[in-house]
């Protein structure tokens, strides 16, 4: 069955530190990506998507992502994390089979950003 | 722009009991989703809604949830009845366009009893 894979279930970084979140699906055709992420008490917010084109998307925040078609990954960057990054990030695939369309979402990574 | 209103935000019910949850998305927004998000795992979706009309629901368990969205607009998702493994997070959203995952409401938190 068709996965998403999310590495790193605790990561805990200080501040100024860079991250780097893994993400890869098991899908072979043409997909949509995204992340969303959730900070503590809210509800989950698009951070960036890639549907075609430039593979590496520039999303809010300060984050970006690069599409690797040959190693089905996703991978979400940020050169110098803040506190306020502290939250939970999930990877989502959506599988384009025929004009229909497959929601995977990742089982999340949880950020810890010390002051 | 209003985002997507959900409610309840928390429901006790318990086990064989049912349950309703209601959504109102995004205004124009002709997508709609239910998603479950079990504690620890990210979010599974239940069915997706174009206008009126299911598109996908190939992961909604059939046998006891029921969900419509009658004049293409508000929704609901039913539980009958409830288990207690349907303790989870019922999250909707919706989007203008198709493929797109969409914009989350703040979800309702179910606890089965």
């Known amino acids: 069955a068709q996965s998403v894979s999310q590495h790193n279930h605790h990561v805990i970084l200080s501040e100024a530190a860079s991250l780097e979140l893994g993400c890869n699906y098991s899908?072979?055709?043409?997909?949509?990506l995204f992340w969303y992420v959730q900070y503590p008490g809210q509800h989950l917010q698009l951070l960036l998507k890639?549907?075609?084109?430039?593979?590496l998307v520039k999303g809010i925040k300060g984050f970006e992502a690069e599409f690797i078609k040959s190693k089905f990954s996703f991978n979400l960057r940020k050169p110098s994390v803040q506190w306020s990054d502290t939250a939970e990030y999930f990877c989502a695939v959506n599988e384009v089979t025929s004009g229909t369309y497959k929601y995977i979402f990742g089982t999340g990574t949880r950020l810890k950003v010390l002051a | 722009e209003a985002g997507v209103a959900q409610s309840p935000r928390y429901k006790i019910i318990e086990k064989r009991q049912s349950v309703a949850f209601w959504c109102n998305p995004i205004?124009?927004?002709?997508?709609l989703y239910w998603y479950q998000q079990i504690l620890g795992q990210g979010p599974k979706l239940l069915i997706q809604?174009?206008?009126?009309?299911?598109?996908?629901d190939s992961q909604l368990p059939k046998d006891r949830f029921s969900a419509e969205r009658l004049k293409g607009v508000d929704s609901t998702l039913k539980i009958q009845p409830a288990k207690l493994e349907d303790s989870a997070v019922y999250l909707c959203a919706s989007s203008l366009e198709r493929g797109s995952i969409g914009t989350f409401g703040s979800g309702t938190r179910l606890t089965v009893v």
């Open positions: 899908y072979g055709g043409t997909v949509n």
């Open positions: 809604f174009q206008n009126n009309g299911v598109v996908d």
């Open positions: 205004s124009g927004h002709a997508t």
């Open positions: 890639y549907f075609s084109g430039d593979p």
